[in-house]
């Protein structure tokens, strides 16, 4: 399997940026799907954004457009989350995740992807 390691959460204000990353490793010879989800306490896991490995095609979810971009870099095997106009309801862990599907609406679903890092929690403060 795919071990995938979150990183570049913490504690920021309303308004401000964090770039989340999610580094891949293992001997897997295999390139994958690579979404992120958010849940906070309480509450069901939320899709965030996906991007193929191949081709590069992204999707983010409707109450992120325009504020998070998801992109990879293929050399590095990391994947990030780039997450910009912060707000309070953005908080949450935030975990990547790797799927053997490609099809935006697959990618949607968290019962796609079969490997999940740790998670990494992002607080945002007004």
């Known amino acids: 399997q795919v071990q995938l390691v979150e990183s570049g959460g913490g504690l920021v204000q309303a308004g401000d940026s964090l770039r989340l990353s999610c580094a891949a490793s293992g001997r897997t010879f295999t390139n994958y799907a690579m979404g992120w989800f958010r849940q906070a306490p309480g509450k069901e896991r939320e899709f965030v954004a996906a991007?193929?490995?191949?081709?590069?095609?992204?999707y983010v979810a409707d109450s992120v457009k325009g504020r998070f971009t998801i992109s990879r870099d293929n050399a590095k095997n990391t994947v990030y989350l780039q997450m910009n106009s912060l707000k309070v309801e953005d908080t949450a862990v935030y975990s990547c995740?790797?799927?053997?599907?490609?099809?935006?609406?697959?990618?949607?679903?968290?019962?796609?992807?079969?490997?999940w890092g740790q998670g990494t929690q992002v607080t945002v403060s007004s």
């Open positions: 995740a790797a799927s053997n599907f490609d099809a935006s609406i697959l990618l949607r679903k968290f019962n796609m992807y079969h490997s």
């Open positions: 991007i193929r490995w191949r081709g590069g095609s992204t």
